[in-house]
């Protein structure tokens, strides 16, 4: 990138670092992607040169986006805009943001003698609003474009994600693993919210055949051995059980009936969840709730139809746990685009599949008209509490022996 002064931008595009890629921004106010000039405190743009962005939200993966150029005449080649390790910025709609400094150590009451429904505490605020991410380039590849002009394909991740796992000096754990997280997450500048584990983790040093322990490899295995997930979204690192991030991330409280996994019994919970329904049958008017049935109990909803279901979902059961479902939606761009993994859903209009799911995955093309495609699960649940299909016995003929 040009050397410029650090007050200034030479692109029609921005001013500042901060101008630029923000929604207050008063020359571009449909910002996506940018270099960032940490030194100089700039934006370089890439607007024009940009053919598509793919971006991706997982539980098992670091936020991932994708991104197809065409270099007229390889003038960013040459002039070393996309050196590994190089520092992207881009511009996200968000719905809700988790908390920072979040600590929980259990779930609502799941024994089914309550009263009043137990409602879980909303881990986000019910506002619209644009995050911004910091990337780093992992990855870049370049091919055949039109005429003699490459065609460049860059893989972006999350920037506090990449330098954790370049971190070989991760420091000791002293007392429970959840702790070591937030200390973890502070040190790269991001937020946290972390259920509490007793879980403690040994930190491999270097050793004349292997390299020492990277900050994300302890924390990844921290996760594993408390059989948590561990992933950031929108700035904030989760490290919790899906069990306890179920129902506890929506626009909505909605009231159904749940499985408590300890007793395979349906008690009825308020959820913080969205809600989707097959088929979209109608828009409601703007600033009326909606009057939706779940499960049986009636439910006032002012999103109930924000999410726009494009085609049947797709569930899946097995008989391995029959109370255990996977599945998927596809969705209208225009409002989906602000789901993120760890939220709650219920998904409507299939019979016998009608429940609360959490998500897994977000994906979705940010230039263009395709849809959001976002899979879902029900919580993981341990094999103590899984039943299995009874025995349909048969009883055998006098001529069968049975040793």
Known sequence: MPE??????ISEYGDTAFAAAYITSNKDKTFQLGILDTSNEQVGHLARAIQSISVSFSMDLTPQISVQLFDVNMAMLENNYFNIGRTFIYK????????RATEVSSGPSTDGQDDVAPVAPNLGESELGFAIMPLELASLSVGPGSGSSPSITLELRSKAILQMKRDRKPGSINGSGHVFVQQAAIKYNLGYYTEVTNKDKKINKASSDRRADSLWDVLSSLASEAKFSLFEVDGIIVFSSMRNLFGKWGPEQITGNVVDETTNLPVQRTMNSWYVEWPYLRQATIGQADVIDVGGVR????FARTLIPLQCPTFRRSDSDVYQVEGSLSLDRHNSMILRPGMTIYVAGVPTFEDFYIITQVSFDHMSTNPVQVSFTKPEREDKFV???????????????WE
């Open 299 to 302: 439910n006032n909803l002012s």
């Open 92 to 99: 996200t709609s968000q719905r809700m943001e988790l908390p």
């Open 4 to 9: 410029v002064s650090s007050d200034t931008v």
């Open 387 to 401: 039943v299995d299909v009874p025995i349909d016995f048969i009883a055998a003929s006098n001529d069968t022996v």
